[in-house]
């Protein structure tokens, strides 16, 4: 089953020509003929150049909450910008979206910003200034933006790179950034109860911060063991070090208040981008009013010409408003729920050795493996070549899934019971075409 790309590929080696690699992102590449041109898209769907539909489970690497193009948001920020949108002033839509935003987080205080990236490396820098101290723990696999101090043993590095699990190397993510830099940075498996303890006690008085991703949103959705969030907001009471959530993929996607709200942890300091704005290009540095009060003229720096535009602040308003107000979450986890289960039926039926990681709004498969990985180091042990090939199946039955099993798959609010069984008949198609097993006596027809 081939798609008709003719035009798809025509405008990507346009994009060749003046962007390297036809992409503004690296992680938008997937080859010469396999790199997609999207030209729009609509509540749980997209269509590339050529006009094919495809039902998105990729969402933007998961900022479409609600649904692509959703009314409400375009229609706020349709509506705030004939009034202009940056002015390098306080709006009153800031003031809006920070009074929603700490009711609905529970965190203090509150600084926009416009990127995952920037998120983050402020809120490194904010418990550096808050602390005195210059060292941070990272774990190996989890991704932190697209800044120095973060890109060592990030998604993607060659697992035999890493070095013995009692002594982590870190592995540089990236060309260009000065090999001292990693000596401000601590690498440590994720989910190892006795190795962060024995670093912090180690380092303590020199750790500024521990930043972690609650849930492995980089590395297919691995969980955190029972106890493990925990676990470290001790270590850090007990040591001074301030508890970074990296909140960019889990805020608001997996509940109203993120994974501190979800695994009841809170933190000093979190990052959120993504979700906030339903695509919208917009983040957030939030925290304790202790912590965050360091930012101030002349003493911790924080800014941007775009930090809090009209357009980021009506877009988060708009879509902060409709998951505050209604069932958007009960709706995701249902229809998540019931799409993992049906892959579940599929795959145990066609004879297929998987496990499924996350939550029902940000799932992964992995195959030929019974066990659930607990880190990037048993991550990696997976059979990569059947889930590329599932994928090249699904997309072109019409489902739109990322060809690499680190990346979850997202729902918004728009995949609703049609989309599910949708998909779920396409899915088991697809299982077939790779596997050449059909799955016995149930046929997914509620699309029907």
């Not at 509506?79 to 920070?98: C, K, N, R, S």
């Not at 790179?161 to 000596?183: C, F, H, Q, Y």
């Not at 958007?328 to 998987?354: N, S």
Request: glycine share 10%; net charge negative; with cysteine.
């Amino acid at each position: 089953m081939k798609l008709n790309l003719t035009k798809t590929r025509a405008l990507y080696q346009r994009a060749k020509q003046y962007i390297p690699y036809g992409v503004n992102s690296n992680f938008r590449y997937w080859g010469d003929d396999r790199t997609y041109v999207i030209s729009r898209g609509r509540g749980a769907y997209i269509w590339d150049a050529d006009d094919n539909r495809y039902i998105d489970y990729r969402l933007g690497f998961g900022p479409i909450i609600l649904g692509h193009a959703y009314p409400a948001v375009t229609q706020a920020v349709c509506e705030a910008i004939q009034h202009g949108t940056t002015f390098a002033f306080t709006t009153p839509w800031e003031i809006e979206l920070a009074e929603r935003f700490t009711r609905m987080t529970g965190m203090d205080q509150v600084r926009l910003s416009n990127t995952g990236t920037e998120a983050t490396m402020h809120a490194l820098r904010i418990a550096r200034a808050y602390t005195g101290r210059e060292r941070f723990i990272k774990f190996e696999g989890q991704y932190h933006g697209n800044y120095d101090y973060v890109m060592f043993s990030t998604p993607g590095i060659d697992v035999e790179k890493l070095g013995s699990r009692a002594m982590p190397r870190r592995v540089k993510g990236t060309e260009g950034m000065p090999n001292a830099i990693r000596n401000y940075m601590i690498s440590l498996p994720y989910n190892d109860f006795e190795m962060v303890e024995a670093a912090v006690k180690s380092y303590g008085e020199e750790i500024a911060a521990i930043m972690v991703e609650p849930i492995m949103g980089n590395v297919a959705g691995v969980m955190p063991e029972p106890g493990w969030l925990q676990h470290l907001r001790r270590l850090a009471d007990a040591y001074g070090i301030v508890l970074i959530f990296d909140e960019v993929k889990t805020g608001f996607r997996i509940a109203r208040g993120g994974a501190q709200e979800y695994f009841g942890v809170k933190a000093d300091l979190a990052a959120y981008a993504k979700a906030m704005g339903n695509g919208f290009p917009v983040s957030a540095i939030a925290g304790r009013k202790a912590i965050m009060s360091v930012v101030e003229p002349g003493k911790v720096a924080h800014g941007g010409t775009y930090c809090g535009n009209v357009v980021a602040a009506a877009a988060a308003n708009a879509t902060l408003q409709v998951l505050e107000t209604e069932p958007v979450f009960e709706q995701m986890f249902d229809r998540g729920q019931e799409l993992m289960d049906g892959i579940h039926d599929i795959l145990g039926r066609a004879g297929v050795p998987h496990v499924m990681t996350g939550v029902p709004s940000m799932f992964s498969l992995l195959f030929g493996r019974d066990e659930n990985p607990t880190d990037y180091r048993t991550y990696c042990q997976n059979d990569f070549a059947f889930y590329e090939r599932l994928a090249e199946a699904l997309i072109e039955r019409g489902v739109m899934v990322d060809d690499d099993s680190r990346e979850p798959w997202f729902l918004s609010y728009s995949h609703d019971a049609q989309v599910i069984a949708e998909t779920l008949t396409a899915f088991e198609e697809a299982v077939y075409a790779v596997t050449g097993r059909r799955s016995v006596s149930k046929v997914f027809a509620r699309a029907a």
